[in-house]
């Protein structure tokens, strides 16, 4: 069965103290992993698109990499507005071929001044 | 702005009732993703559209249903709703473009309460 598991499930940083977030992934056929960033009561706010192990792509304090097994979203630096959850998911062909989006559960990140 | 137009935002219902959650997905983008999102659990894929076709199937109940019409709104539909039914209900459109892949975007959500 396709399964994303992200950890950990909450992480607190201080301002200034960098981290990664781990996206441990089991698909049927990986098209896609994508990050995205939620506050609460907000929809997912896109981040990354990696699709080949290797494949690394960055944005301001955040970058991500992806592994034939997980992807990392390091975060250097952090700033107090980085406070948010951050998901991870994967596009996958299903046993019928038709593609599917498979949601982790989160980290919850929170960035202390 | 993602693009993805949700409405209503908001809604309050009791328990037996019927809604329906439209959304109007990017410009140009023909797939239609629906999504649950309670207090206790994560985001959990009900079903997606394809230019008007069923293409994917997820953890969706009998009680809901959901079609995407010719201008590519879609509605999603839930019925005999029950307390357990309230959460955050998102819609996400997709396009491909060859030199970035698929790009999934989401709309802000509509809240659904049921009392």
């Known amino acids: 069965?396709?399964?994303?598991?992200?950890?950990?499930?909450?992480?607190?940083?201080?301002?200034?103290?960098?981290?990664?977030?781990?996206?441990?992934?089991?698909?049927?056929?990986?098209?896609?992993?994508?990050?995205?960033?939620?506050?609460?009561?907000?929809?997912?706010?896109?981040?990354?698109?990696?699709?080949?192990?290797?494949?690394?792509?960055?944005?301001?304090?955040?970058?991500?990499?992806?592994?034939?097994?997980?992807?990392?979203?390091?975060?250097?630096?952090?700033?107090?507005?980085?406070?948010?959850?951050?998901?991870?998911?994967?596009?996958?062909?299903?046993?019928?071929?038709?593609?599917?989006?498979?949601?982790g559960s989160g980290t919850r990140l929170s960035i202390r001044p | 702005d993602s693009g993805v137009t949700q409405t209503p935002k908001h809604l309050i219902t009791a328990t037996g009732q019927r809604v329906t959650l439209r959304c109007s997905p990017r410009s140009g983008d023909l797939s239609v993703y629906w999504y649950q999102q309670s207090l206790d659990q994560g985001l959990q894929f009900l079903i997606q559209y394809y230019n008007g076709e069923e293409r994917a199937k997820g953890n969706i109940l009998e009680r809901f249903s959901a079609q995407q019409f010719p201008d590519l709104h879609s509605e999603l539909n839930l019925s005999s709703l029950e307390l357990g039914d309230s959460a955050l209900y998102f819609c996400a459109s997709s396009v491909y473009d060859r030199g970035s892949g698929n790009t999934i975007y989401f709309g802000e959500g509509s809240w659904l309460t049921v009392v």
């Open chain 1, 1 to 103: 069965e396709d399964q994303v598991t992200q950890s950990p499930e909450a992480l607190r940083l201080q301002e200034g103290e960098s981290s990664s977030l781990n996206c441990s992934y089991t698909v049927s056929g990986l098209r896609g992993l994508f990050w995205y960033r939620q506050d609460p009561g907000k929809g997912p706010e896109f981040l990354f698109t990696l699709y080949s192990a290797g494949e690394e792509k960055e944005k301001e304090r955040l970058k991500a990499t992806l592994t034939k097994k997980e992807s990392f979203l390091h975060i250097t630096a952090p700033k107090p507005e980085d406070s948010a959850t951050y998901l991870c998911a994967v596009l996958s062909t299903g046993y019928s071929s038709a593609s599917k989006i498979i949601f």
